[in-house]
């Protein structure tokens, strides 16, 4: 078991952060490369236990909504299926792995600001968690960068 890691400061109020990413359904208004989702079931973007089914760069991913608290500004998603390493990355891929996310969002009282951790961690076969956890340290920063795009765009 592994787990990747990625914190930083949005420069955009909590509420406003927390409105775009409470609702699990949300991603493709904030994830670049997300281009539908969809839950299943009928159940809403903030139902514990929701399933979404959503496009990530072509490859179609489903996840449980695990947790849930406006509260405390967090959510933390899992993987349903093993999730496969993009066979593109390396010649000798890893086995897919188990995951599971969480974000949480906490208030920056100097500019108003957003403290975003964000982090996942996978369980992987024993000899492969290097390669997972290197590919998800490269992308939560890109997720977190895309989410502050989307930000200044509504805002703008």
Same mark, same amino acid.
């Given at each position: 078991?592994?787990?990747?890691?990625?914190?930083?400061?949005?420069?955009?109020?909590?509420?406003?952060?927390?409105?775009?990413?409470?609702?699990?359904?949300?991603?493709?208004?904030?994830?670049?490369?997300?281009?539908?989702?969809?839950?299943?079931?009928?159940?809403?973007?903030?139902?514990?236990?929701?399933?979404?089914?959503?496009?990530?760069?072509?490859?179609?991913?489903?996840?449980?909504?695990?947790?849930?608290?406006?509260?405390?500004?967090?959510?933390?998603?899992?993987?349903?299926?093993?999730?496969?390493?993009?066979? !593109?990355? +390396?010649?000798?891929?890893?086995? =897919?792995?188990?995951?599971?996310?969480?974000?949480?969002? *906490?208030?920056?009282? /100097? %500019?108003?600001?957003?403290?975003?951790?964000?982090?996942?961690?996978?369980?992987?076969?024993?000899?492969?968690?290097?390669?997972? !956890?290197? +590919?998800?340290?490269?992308?939560? =920063?890109?997720?977190?960068?895309?989410?502050?795009?989307? *930000?200044?765009?509504? /805002? %703008?």
């Amino acid at each position: 078991m592994t787990q990747a890691y990625y914190s930083t400061v949005l420069d955009h109020p909590l509420d406003t952060v927390w409105s775009l990413i409470r609702d699990f359904n949300n991603y493709p208004a904030y994830i670049d490369g997300v281009s539908e989702s969809m839950i299943e079931d009928d159940k809403g973007g903030d139902e514990v236990g929701a399933v979404r089914r959503f496009c990530y760069l072509g490859n179609w991913i489903r996840q449980r909504l695990a947790d849930h608290s406006d509260a405390q500004h967090m959510l933390t998603y899992a993987g349903i299926e093993p999730l496969p390493f993009p066979p !593109h990355l +390396l010649p000798d891929a890893p086995a =897919p792995a188990s995951y599971e996310g969480t974000m949480h969002l *906490l208030p920056v009282v /100097e %500019g108003n600001r957003t403290f975003i951790e964000w982090s996942v961690r996978l369980d992987t076969t024993p000899g492969d968690a290097d390669r997972w !956890h290197a +590919l998800f340290q490269s992308w939560i =920063p890109d997720w977190t960068n895309s989410l502050g795009r989307a *930000l200044a765009q509504r /805002e %703008g």
